[in-house]
């Protein structure tokens, strides 16, 4: 078992344990409120990108759902006439300097994640280490609105408009701090946020009452076909693939909702669930058979060289209920009118 795991079991299944590393967790929280302290009176001073930034972010280490939601976001608000410019730090990136993602971009220069940000949204798309450097790259491209994906507690960029997601199946695990729980800062700094939005359903305990903050929302994410890495074929509905065992291959925060999600189309699965952003090889997905191997898009992109006929991926998109998206973009383009009044 690694180390992401372990931590993983700590903070989700073995909440007691967890409280021996309590001693850090008041250490770590201490630096959050100082750090935030400094930024809030003016000693650490925040920046401005030159245009409003939405911020689409989480309160958990882990996924929850960003990607989906960003991509969703921008596809609305430029169905509405705006210019709309993504921001991403881009996962394990060694170059500093903001850097354009364009469709064919190599994700081990510009990170996963964002590959798929651009590819979905169709909007200008920058990875930067230093986010106020690239959110200003957008503006210099025109953008009208930046979408950061993550950073949230990134306070040195100015935002117009906080969005937290949230894993309704995660919630806030034990509601400790790192590392002795998930939590990268207090469940008060919910209280800051415009929106929050659950992914799924709110069936963890720690969502049993109310948060702090607006009224969550709900967002799903929605399985399309499976596509098939090569395109030598078309694609393919989930339920054929019922009646024969898969493999399923997860390299995301949250394994498990991939497989759950395949499960629910009555799939027979072996999971093979890898740590967040991880690079996979042939080799790793060599299982020693012919059946079909079912991935997510985002381990999808690492594996383009090696593709072959049992390989697949499932893209998902977020959906919101009618009322539920038209409370969230009211918000986003209310704060929106709000920056640039």
Known sequence: MGAQQRLTDLWYREPDRASLLQPLAWLYGAVVRLRRAAYGSGLIVTERAGCPVVVIGNLTVGGTGKTPLTIWLARELVGRGLRVGILSRGYGRRERAPREVLVGSDWREVGDEPLLLARHSACPTFVAADRVAGARALT?????????????????????????????????????????????????????????????????????????????????????????????????????????????????????????????????????????????????????????????????????????????????????????????LERVLRRIRDRNA
């Open 140 to 328: 210099a491209r025109g953008v009208q609105v930046i979408l950061a994906d993550d950073g949230l507690q990134h306070l040195r960029l100015g935002r117009a408009c906080e969005i937290v997601v949230v894993d309704g199946a995660r919630g806030f695990g034990n509601g400790r701090l790192l590392p002795a729980g998930p939590l990268r800062e207090p469940l008060a700094a919910l209280a800051r946020a415009d929106v929050v939005v659950t992914n799924g359903a709110a069936t963890h305990g720690s969502l049993a009452r109310p948060p702090p903050g607006p009224g969550p929302l709900t967002m799903s994410l929605v399985a399309g076909e499976a596509v098939r890495l090569d395109a030598a074929a078309a694609p393919r509905p989930l339920p054929a693939f019922r009646g024969q065992r898969v493999h399923a291959v997860a390299g995301i925060g949250n394994p498990q909702r991939f497989f759950a999600m395949l499960r629910a189309q009555g799939l027979e699965l072996e999971e093979h669930p890898f740590p967040d952003h991880h690079p996979l090889s042939a080799r790793e997905l060599d299982f020693g058979d012919p059946r079909p191997v079912l991935m997510t898009e985002k381990d999808a992109v690492k594996c383009a060289s090696f593709a072959d006929a049992r390989l697949w991926y499932v893209p998902v998109a977020a959906q919101l209920g009618a009322a539920d998206a038209a409370v969230l």
